[in-house]
């Protein structure tokens, strides 16, 4: 099968692409036939040094997520399965691959009349907006800045806040602000201008996907009662607020960007539900061929990504509801 290889930690020139012999589903296992693998900003960091949750020797096959059809099961799985949309997670490696074997009761059913693009975008991401949107509990009128709004978890929020009446403020760089906008930001601001937190104002909710001094100056906005919560670190950085500083300033610092596996498989079908009824809309900015991996870590790096970014591994399964489209390498 076509695998990328991570050779060694460094530049995106470390994913190189190969083969390996084809998977064979175990016991328990199901082997998917795989149209498009996900990609999150965590395993740009993974491959240049070893930053995060993920563990391998060299060679390794990287990527934690993907999308396809089932083709096969192990011992124990309902032959049913066979034939299945389905997107999963890989258990932190082997993504980059024309098939994966994984854990059957992981996989997550694909809703009929949902494009698989589109549901492999909302895999890791979706979740991740749902949790973050539930431990933030915006209320209507609440006033929320989205951080990095134009990135995969940051258009979600845009959507997910603004769907719970919150007055949505979209921080992103220049080139991005338009597309912030037409998800329904009611304001939009250049974070990488200096000042840009004046342009802002007072804040109820920050979901904090920058840290450093993003995050420092996301926090000076907060009024008392208000929240906030980071669940990344584009910048290379978490924010360096501390729960004392929250404190002295009736702030409160939210934790809430993880759950048991069972939850997260729940939250990722709740996400597909979501979009499959017009009520969620990734923006799928970037789809890069699979043996261009590299290319697609050096773009996300180099923070010329809109929205998410994804591996065309094989061919396109499915009709149904397409994402948004943003501009990037097709």
Do not use: C
């Amino acid at each position: 099968m076509r695998v990328v290889w991570l050779t060694r930690f460094g530049d995106p020139s470390v994913l190189v692409p190969g083969e390996a012999p084809d998977p064979a589903p175990g016991p328990g296992q199901a082997l998917v036939d795989v149209a498009y693998a996900n990609i999150t900003f965590i395993e740009t960091m993974f491959r240049a040094r070893g930053f995060g949750p993920f563990k391998g020797e060299f060679p390794m096959v990287p990527g934690n997520g993907v999308g396809g059809v089932v083709s096969a099961v192990g011992d124990g799985v309902d032959p049913e399965l066979v034939g299945t949309r389905v997107v999963t997670s890989t258990g932190g490696s082997g993504g980059y691959a024309s098939r994966v074997a994984v854990d059957a009761a992981g996989l997550v059913p694909v809703p009929d009349g949902l494009d698989l693009d589109v549901a492999v975008a909302l895999l890791a991401d979706g979740r991740t907006a749902l949790l973050l949107i539930r431990a933030a509990a915006p209320k209507p009128g609440e006033r929320v800045l989205v951080e990095a709004a134009a990135g995969g978890v940051g258009t979600l929020l845009v959507q997910l806040a603004k769907a719970a009446g919150a007055t949505v403020t979209g921080a992103a760089g220049a080139a991005k602000l338009e597309l912030v906008r037409s998800l329904g930001a009611d304001r939009v601001v250049d974070y990488t201008a200096d000042g840009w937190s004046a342009a802002v104002g007072p804040v109820d909710v920050v979901f904090d996907g920058v840290g450093g001094t993003v995050a420092r100056a996301a926090f000076d906005l907060l009024d008392r009662g208000g929240r906030m919560i980071s669940y990344g670190l584009s910048s290379g950085a978490w924010s360096d607020v501390t729960d004392e500083q929250a404190a002295a300033r009736g702030v409160t610092l939210l934790r809430g960007a993880n759950g048991t596996p069972e939850e997260l498989r729940a939250l990722t079908a709740e996400a597909l539900r979501l979009a499959a009824d017009g009520r969620l809309t990734p923006v799928i900015g970037q789809r890069f061929p699979l043996e261009r991996a590299a290319d697609a870590h050096a773009a996300i790096e180099a923070r010329s990504t809109v929205g998410k970014t994804l591996l065309l591994v094989g061919e396109p399964v499915g009709e149904g509801r397409a994402a948004q489209d943003g501009t990037g390498p097709r």
